[in-house]
């Protein structure tokens, strides 16, 4: 078994997708992106977040088709365009944003503890931080 099935298994088993739609939208991206030169376990926790709800799905998806047909190596420039837009973002999705910054630049992420966020997204930061702690242990 290849490390993305691993990893998809991993986090399936492990009941870290929210539903069958977040699960399915992980499975295209990790399964059409996975082999990229520019694929890092950062970029896959990314596309774990992502993968969350539609709207963000969509930003992953175009920024990954840009990517692929520049034909990229690495997330540089897709590190600098979630500056750009965590810096444009109300407060949770800043967050989420830098979330996701914290991921490519493979450092630690932790939610202020006055961060003015709703319940629902503090749980999508929890689960992500879960589910990046499992991808890097396969």
């Given at each position: 078994?290849?490390?993305?099935?691993?990893?998809?298994?991993?986090?399936?088993?492990?009941?870290?997708?929210?539903?069958?739609?977040?699960?399915?939208r992980f499975f295209e991206l990790l399964d059409c992106y996975g082999d990229y030169p520019?694929?890092?376990?950062?970029?896959?926790?990314?596309?774990?977040?992502?993968?969350?709800?539609?709207?963000?799905?969509?930003?992953?998806?175009?920024?990954?088709?840009?990517?692929?047909?520049?034909?990229?190596?690495?997330?540089?420039?897709?590190?600098?365009?979630?500056?750009?837009?965590?810096?444009?973002?109300?407060?949770?999705?800043?967050?989420?944003?830098?979330?996701?910054?914290?991921?490519?630049?493979?450092?630690?992420?932790?939610?202020p503890q006055n961060a003015k966020i709703e319940p629902e997204q503090r749980r999508i930061?929890?689960?992500?931080?879960?589910?990046?702690?499992?991808?890097?242990?396969?």
């Amino acid at each position: 078994m290849n490390w993305k099935d691993r990893c998809f298994l991993s986090l399936d088993e492990e009941k870290l997708f929210e539903d069958s739609g977040h699960r399915t939208r992980f499975f295209e991206l990790l399964d059409c992106y996975g082999d990229y030169p520019f694929f890092t376990r950062g970029l896959c926790k990314c596309m774990y977040l992502s993968a969350w709800d539609e709207e963000h799905f969509a930003i992953m998806l175009e920024t990954l088709s840009a990517m692929s047909l520049g034909r990229e190596t690495d997330t540089e420039d897709m590190r600098i365009q979630g500056d750009t837009l965590a810096e444009v973002q109300p407060d949770a999705e800043y967050y989420v944003y830098q979330l996701s910054n914290s991921f490519l630049d493979n450092c630690t992420f932790t939610l202020p503890q006055n961060a003015k966020i709703e319940p629902e997204q503090r749980r999508i930061i929890e689960q992500a931080l879960k589910a990046a702690a499992l991808i890097d242990s396969i």
